[in-house]
């Protein structure tokens, strides 16, 4: 029972670099969501997707891009990355009726 | 104003005590509630739904009086191991499943 498997697990970039965070549940749901938590805060909320081929800004789009490949997956990225993006990133699903499922989380440290 | 607030804490518990705490939130429209808890910046997990009459669960209790545009949580008999950060949580059905997660409010319970 995978759930929701987010990679890679820990990243460092430069500023400037892009890249992609990858997000994939195997519960068949049709709700998929992309929070960054950063120290002694909550979760915020930044792009997230009701099914496939739709996606929604959260309260913390800028920066950011995503792309709701098929039902099962559901990518994250950064275009240019800035120091103020160093965060932890968490992928959540959410089935019709059911609690929301989290991945383990992606440590991104932008220098 | 955020759309989900929380007291962040700490609550400062002695073993064995009873503690509660508030959530808040600001759009009337969101219809389900969750209490989820989280360790050390590790994944959420869901402590608990929600229901409009109140809700048991061996120790914890949780309300929500939507009149007041609030949840509750209440611990009895606190253990060691109910120390973290609990996460308020509203979903909004109609704007395509949004997810909500309030700044989490700290729980230290000592001996």
């Known amino acids: 029972n995978a759930g929701v498997t987010q990679t890679p697990k820990f990243q460092v970039l430069k500023t400037g670099q892009s890249m992609t965070l990858q997000c994939a549940q195997d519960?068949?749901?049709?709700?998929m969501y992309w929070y960054r938590q950063d120290p002694g805060m909550g979760l915020r909320l930044i792009y997230y997707?009701?099914?496939?081929?739709?996606?929604d800004k959260g309260e913390v789009p800028n920066g950011y891009n995503v792309s709701r490949l098929n039902k099962r997956e559901f990518s994250l990225r950064l275009e240019s990355a800035a120091p103020s993006q160093t965060s932890v990133y968490f992928c959540?699903?959410?089935?019709?009726?059911?609690?929301?499922?989290f991945g383990q989380g992606t440590r991104l440290t932008v220098v | 104003r955020k759309e989900v607030e929380q007291d962040p804490g700490p609550f400062n518990v002695p073993e064995g005590a009873t503690v509660a705490f508030n959530c808040t939130y600001s759009?009337?429209?969101?219809?389900?509630f969750f209490w989820y808890r989280q360790d050390c910046r590790k994944e959420p997990k869901l402590l608990m739904s929600?229901?409009?009459s109140g809700n048991e669960d061996g120790r914890f209790t949780a309300q929500l009086n939507r009149a007041s545009q609030y949840i509750s949580l209440l611990i009895r008999d606190s253990k060691l191991s109910d120390s973290a950060t609990y996460l308020c949580?509203?979903?909004?059905?109609?704007?395509?499943?949004?997810?909500?997660f309030g700044g989490g409010t700290r729980v230290l319970v000592k001996p």
């Open positions: 949580v509203a979903l909004r059905i109609a704007a395509g499943n949004k997810l909500t």
């Open positions: 519960m068949n749901h049709n709700s």
């Open positions: 959540a699903s959410r089935g019709a009726g059911t609690e929301a499922f």
């Open positions: 929600v229901y409009s």
């Open positions: 997707s009701a099914s496939e081929g739709t996606t």
């Open positions: 759009n009337s429209a969101s219809q389900s």
